[in-house]
């Protein structure tokens, strides 16, 4: 099954369009902004939600995000999505079609709205990559294993004792 790469992509509430992150900083996290570039740290208390957590209310099981994009870009055949500011009762037509199985009670128009404006932005940078889902998984878990022995690496230290010793008065 196919799906689409929003690995290490994400929303920060607050804040328009979406950003890539880069590395944890002490004071929170440092991110990229997608749009222009633009490097800014996300605070501890910021919002954040990484596109790959994010999922769809359906009326069976919820739907990762990454799924929904690459239905919209399917119906599409990779092209542009319908207007996010369309009316209403346009954009719930549109996701039925897209997401026949979407729980309209759940699912609001704002998010329907945040979905298509995502999938514009990524159309536009041309950042929707298609890939297979099984190997998503794989390189998602492959990465958190090198992350986990990366730390034990670090943690195992030089082997050096530390100077405990107090410091000598001249």
């Known amino acids: 099954m196919k799906t689409i790469n929003v690995k290490d992509l994400m929303a920060i509430s607050g804040k328009g369009g979406l950003f890539r992150y880069l590395a944890q900083a002490r004071n929170g996290i440092v991110v ?59 954009l719930k037509a549109y996701f039925a079609e897209v997401l026949p199985e979407y729980d309209a009670v759940r699912v609001y128009v704002s998010d329907i709205k945040k979905v298509l404006t995502w ?8 950042l929707l990559e298609v890939v297979d889902k ?20 670090d943690s195992a230290g030089t082997g050096k004792a530390k100077d405990t010793e107090k410091p000598k008065d001249t």
Request: net charge negative; charged share 35%; hydrophobic share 30%.
């Open 134 to 153: 099984e190997q998503a998984e794989e390189d998602s878990a492959a990465d958190e294993d090198s992350g986990a022995s990366e730390e034990q690496d």
């Open 32 to 90: 990229e902004s997608l749009t222009d570039k633009k490097r800014t740290v996300a605070p501890p208390t910021a919002r954040v939600s990484a596109l790959e957590d994010i999922s769809i209310f359906t009326e069976t099981e919820d739907m990762p995000l990454a799924d929904v994009l690459f239905r919209i870009h399917e119906k599409e055949a990779g092209g542009i999505t319908a207007d996010p500011k369309s009316g209403n009762e346009q």
């Open 119 to 126: 999938y514009s932005l990524l159309h536009e940078l041309g």
